[in-house]
């Protein structure tokens, strides 16, 4: 098991998660297989987009951009299309939209 995480400029966020809930390794319109994402709005580095995204935060004392981190579980076999699913519609034109990150999880237990 694995748990994929990604940065991506608010303005993607609702383009990533429709494209995830599309992926055939989500489900896509099957139905199948459900997945937990976690959504979070986090302060960042990312570059901006456009001046009105980046503002100072007084707290970390620099300038930061608003962005959204997602957090997924999924089988070793679902990370390479739910990647690319990501990558896709995260695109923003810049040379670098944000991070993909996979990491090995030793544990998941679900609570019924």
């Known amino acids: 098991m694995k748990e994929i995480k990604a940065y991506v400029h608010r303005s993607r966020i609702a ?5 995830l809930k ?3 390794a989500w489900g896509g319109e099957r139905g199948g ?3 937990n994402l976690a959504i979070y709005i986090v302060k960042g580095s990312l570059l ?29 076999s679902e990370v390479e299309p739910l990647k ?5 519609a995260a695109r923003t034109g810049q040379a670098v939209a944000g991070w993909i ?6 544990s ?3 609570i019924h």
Do not use: F, W
Request: proline share 6%.
């Open 15 to 19: 383009d990533v998660i429709a494209a």
């Open 22 to 24: 599309e992926s055939p």
């Open 33 to 35: 297989r459900r997945h």
């Open 48 to 76: 901006p987009l456009d001046s009105n995204e980046q503002h100072y935060s007084m707290d970390l004392g620099d300038e930061v951009v608003n962005e959204y981190k997602l957090e997924l579980l999924c089988e070793d």
């Open 84 to 88: 690319a699913a990501l990558v896709e």
């Open 101 to 106: 990150t996979v990491i090995d999880v030793i």
């Open 108 to 110: 998941a237990t679900p």
